[in-house]
């Protein structure tokens, strides 16, 4: 199916582990973006990619690591969770930066 | 510092009213700007988008929004609500700048539609 999908929907997770967000995207679109949404603080960019092999930081990276190895993908890792990182997070892809991003349901995840 | 503001965290309209949702932003250059809407527990949905031409933008559910260039503004516009517009509504701006493309919200409004 064409579209952006994220997976898992719904994480929960103990601290300090390390979990991996995946993004998928089937449109060969050249951007990508990982965002958290929590209430008061809208959403906040952690990752972004132009294309693949190259990504830069948002917003609010610490603690994340992203890689996009293709185009089609961008996972997400929070490489040793906290309780801070209980957030939902987005995907998103564009294929130009003027053009409509394109987001996926979200993962909501709960760090215990 | 670079920044998109939503001044207005909430508002409350009665349905039928009309209704005007602020955004400003900082970034040196004209950015690309978006107004997207988000229901509660899905994913965001793009009402408009402005980046050259008209001022005055039309998107889809009846809203507009106009970009004045002097205020650093682009305010979105409905002149009548419905019941159905109580929503999440996030202003975007796409930043093009020393070889860094990002696209950056602000905190967003939320609206409630009163009957």
């Known amino acids: 199916d064409a579209g952006i999908t994220q997976s898992p929907r719904y994480k929960i997770t103990e601290t300090g582990r390390q979990v991996t967000l995946m993004c998928h995207q089937t449109?060969?679109?050249?951007?990508m973006f990982w965002y958290r949404q929590d209430l008061g603080h809208g959403l906040r960019l952690i990752y972004y990619?132009?294309?693949?092999?190259?990504?830069d930081k948002g917003e609010v990276p610490d603690g994340y690591v992203v890689s996009r190895s293709k185009t089609e993908n961008f996972p997400l890792t929070l490489e040793s969770a906290t309780r801070s990182q209980t957030s939902v997070y987005f995907c998103a892809s564009s294929d130009r930066l003027n053009t409509e991003a394109f987001f996926g349901q979200g993962t909501r995840l709960t760090v215990v | 510092a670079q920044s998109v503001t939503q001044p207005d965290i909430h508002i409350t309209v009665s349905e039928g009213a009309s209704l005007e949702l602020r955004c400003n932003y900082s970034?040196?250059?004209?950015?690309?700007l978006f107004w997207y809407v988000q229901s509660p527990g899905q994913g965001l949905q793009l009402l408009l988008k402005?980046?050259?031409?008209?001022?005055l933008v039309q998107g889809i559910k009846g809203f507009e929004a106009e970009f004045k260039r002097s205020q650093s503004s682009f305010n979105l516009r409905k002149p009548s609500v419905h019941w159905s517009d109580a929503a999440e509504y996030f202003c975007?701006?796409?930043?093009?700048?020393?070889?860094?493309?990002?696209?950056?919200f602000g905190k967003g409004t939320k609206l409630t539609v009163n009957p």
């Open positions: 970034y040196g250059a004209t950015p690309y």
């Open positions: 402005y980046f050259s031409g008209d001022t």
């Open positions: 975007a701006v796409g930043v093009a700048q020393g070889g860094s493309e990002k696209l950056v």
């Open positions: 449109w060969s679109h050249s951007y």
């Open positions: 990619s132009a294309a693949a092999d190259i990504t």
